[in-house]
């Protein structure tokens, strides 16, 4: 599966942005959906995930309340609503995909567990 993300861009602290995954090839809803962030300097690190149904979700502590992760399967796209963002929530952000090897979601925060990773977007909050 191909995945391509976009939305990302330069905001004030306590904005808002929508990242878009757009996925193509394989079938995107039999795949977990995940998004990474990775700051300059840093290693990347978790944000959130989802299951191939959207029934289940799992956040990274730092953006719990402030993040919402979502998927349509009929437009093979995922979505990471942001609010509230600060100047350390700044990072390039990727998506990936999944196949999913467990019956739980427990090692969702994993990025080794990932089989297909975005490009990546731009997320820049200034203070």
């Known amino acids: 599966v191909q995945l391509q993300a976009s939305g990302g861009g330069l905001v004030q602290a306590g904005g808002s942005l929508r990242l878009s995954c757009a996925a193509s090839?394989?079938?995107?809803?039999?795949?977990?959906m995940g998004w990474f962030r990775q700051a300059p300097g840093k290693e990347r690190e978790f944000v959130a995930a989802i299951s191939w149904s959207g029934g289940s979700t799992n956040y990274a502590d730092s953006v719990k309340g402030r993040f919402t992760i979502s998927r349509d399967n009929a437009k093979n796209t995922g979505y990471l609503q942001m609010n509230s963002l600060k100047p350390e929530d700044t990072a390039v952000y990727y998506c990936?995909?999944?196949?999913?090897?467990?019956?739980?979601?427990?090692?969702?925060?994993?990025?080794?567990?990932?089989?297909?990773w975005g490009q990546g977007t731009q997320v820049t909050v200034s203070s």
């Open positions: 090839g394989r079938t995107f809803r039999r795949y977990v």
């Open positions: 990936a995909a999944a196949n999913w090897r467990y019956t739980d979601f427990t090692r969702a925060d994993v990025k080794d567990e990932y089989d297909y």
